[in-house]
């Protein structure tokens, strides 16, 4: 099956940062979304991306189907930001990447 | 609100029982997922329906079983538990089968701790 990694697998950052994590997968996938899951364990759905770029207020993704991998930028970290950020993708099955822990600090 | 429903949210049992979790698709949603969150393993796919009939079966223990009925819930039941399934099970669905481009949609899931 298609493999997902995730990096970087911990992010410590001060409030008001900027990040970059990145998914990269081992096959073209025609399904991708990203996920943060909260301290409560509740995946919320952030982009369903499978290529293009999408924006949602703080948030963008980028999908660059044709190199397999994707991108979640988080502009001027919050605290509430804080917690592990997954992908999704595939084809017949859908995988999860090995996630982002991130921690922003006050 | 994903529309996903899972019951129950807390479940709390012995090694050796059986568990049932159920799981309730959003209205309209053919497709049904179930996922497996532990600690060391992080999140698995455990098997996949689309219209009561099973599509792609993932790190599925023979311990464990699931079905889809014609009403479109679907049930994952565990038997003989270990403590290594105390774990997070979530349930998602899916409007078109998995080929078609469209999201995945999870419920809150379901924390079983296995004593």
């Known amino acids: 099956g298609i493999q997902v990694e995730q990096s970087p697998p911990d992010l410590i950052l001060q409030e008001g940062a900027n990040s970059t994590l990145r998914c990269n997968f081992s096959?073209?996938?025609?399904?991708l979304q990203w996920f943060h899951q909260n301290p409560w364990g509740q995946l919320i759905n952030l982009f369903y991306?499978?290529?293009g770029t999408k924006q949602n207020g703080r948030l963008s993704a980028t999908t660059v189907a044709t190199e397999r991998y994707s991108l979640l930028y988080i502009s001027s970290s919050q605290t509430t930001d804080s917690g592990v950020y997954f992908c999704?993708?595939?084809?017949?099955?859908?995988?999860f990447g090995t996630g982002t822990r991130l921690t922003i600090i006050p | 609100d994903s529309g996903v429903t899972q019951t129950p949210k807390h479940l709390i049992t012995a090694t050796g029982q059986r568990v049932t979790l159920r799981c309730s698709p959003r209205?309209?949603?053919?497709?049904v997922y179930w996922y497996q969150q532990s600690l060391d393993q992080g999140l698995q796919f455990l098997i996949q329906?689309?219209?009561?009939?099973?599509?792609a079966k993932g790190n599925i223990l023979e311990r464990f079983s699931a079905q889809q009925f014609p009403d479109l819930h679907s049930e994952l039941n565990l038997s003989s538990l270990e403590l290594g399934d105390s774990a997070l099970y979530f349930c998602?669905?899916?409007?078109?089968?998995?080929?078609?481009?469209?999201?995945?949609?999870f419920g809150n899931g379901t924390r079983l701790t296995v004593t």
């Open positions: 998602a669905s899916k409007a078109l089968p998995v080929s078609y481009n469209s999201p995945l949609h």
């Open positions: 096959d073209s996938v025609n399904n």
């Open positions: 991306i499978p290529s």
């Open positions: 999704l993708g595939g084809n017949e099955k859908l995988t």
């Open positions: 209205s309209g949603d053919l497709s």
């Open positions: 329906y689309y219209n009561g009939e099973e599509r």
